[in-house]
């Protein structure tokens, strides 16, 4: 018996056929729900971790719904748990909402829904049935939480949760971030089977975004609250990983690696002193690289980088609030590329509320360019209204329709979305050209390479 | 500068492109998602086939 079952939904049937490595997707373990586990464990309970995209045996990581609601069965009767924990993304989320329902037909445990889509959307996951949302990092309240209903204390001392009571939703206030990083145990990466997944190496380094693009919810499930780990904290992580289960292609999660230049180089200086055979990759800003940090990057390891970039067109970039410029993502491009990192990634996005006609075009256009640059994977989505982003909040003022909103297709790649200067079938066109001019360049480079 | 094609050119770039994987544009979202290899994928140099010659490159 354990005393939490912690459960990684599986994928929704769009995503059949994406075995690739462009499906990151079904490509990490669940590292999220392992640092709850170890904080769990610190605090006396047994844990275990299910990530459900691994019982589809074809490697996409769906399950139809029949076969979810058998899985779920299963695990609830192997681990029987006293509390089910359920993370999701915004398009996970219709699956979770059939774990609890699968859960449910088979015991009245509480079942505790987290992760950011419920995060934002706490009022929805109630009201589906879930009986508490643990809102943003979880560590601490999902703890707490469980210390209440087993002690019978008032819920409404636990910061950080929502719950029905009377027929009412109560939002705690939001609890502190947990502020020292180091202070959280590492992730339980034994409750994890590891070789199911490429990435076996994913750590992260630090939490949260400061920065206040209109696209993305990472600032706002932080609050925009940044924090780092130590370096030698980090590097403790990095030799248990090496030492316990023989990791050596590391893969930093962090939403920035590189957002604090000088501190990203001596952690990587650190890194080169302590590790002479490893190779990593890691997500990083254009306005922060520069090219002596490059050189760290290499030096420490580095073999993969991605830039987000998202426009080819400046006022469009200005307008989503990214903070960068063109000419800081062609200087970030080349340095990474003259110090030698062999893989670079600049992905792009297209729909944005002032993107027209023209400025894809442009997109399209610096994409292909930046390969000529350096650059060897220019991936680009379509402006996805994901909840928790200003988009999505404030879609009317940016002159967004959203026509239509099914979770388990907000993913990028599917129109949700008409603006005020294009249709949700123009914007389809447009992506299905940008995506194949794009991959067409793509194709050709690597043909020259060979 | 750098070449800045017209949008009914690239539309020909990605004609071209599902060509190439026997499908049509309209298609090409499905054809991406079957990509693989050291060419398509954001950590590719170190998940991919030829990732060795990267780790070996650094010793």
Redesign the interface.
Known sequence: MKDVLLVLPSLPEGSR????????ET?APPIGLAYIASYLTQQGHSTAIEDLRLYDKTGDGVLSDSVLESVVSGIIEKHNPRFVGVSSKTQTYPNARRILQAVKSVSDIPVIAGGIHTTFLPKEALQDGFDFVVRREGEETISELIQAIEERKDYTQVTGISFMKDGKIINTPDRQYVRDLDSLPFPERDSLDLDKY??RGVIITSRGCPLPCNFCSCGAFSNHAYRRRGKENIIAEMKEMESKYDI??F?FHDDTFTLQTEDAKALCKRIEEEFK?I???CQARADTMEPELAKSLYDA?C??I?FGVESGNQEVLTSMRKGITLQQVEDAVSYVHSAGI??I?C?FIIGHPEDT??S???T???A??LL?VGA??T?VSLLTPFPGTSIYKNAEAYGIKIVEHPWDQTYF?TPLIETKNLTRERLKE????????I?????E??EE?R | MYENKPLYELAKEAETFAQRYNTTVEGIPEATKRLEGPDFGMFAAITGFNKDSYRNERK
């Open positions: 056929n994406g075995r690739s490595m462009l499906h990151a490509s490429i990435q050596s292609e893969f055979d190779v990593w990759g390891g073999r993969a991605q062999p893989n990634t992905s006609e023209d894809i075009a442009d399209i256009n610096f292909r360019h000529d060897t994977y991936p790649a447009l992506y299905n050209i940008a995506l194949g001019a991959f067409n360049k793509i194709y480079k690597a390479r």
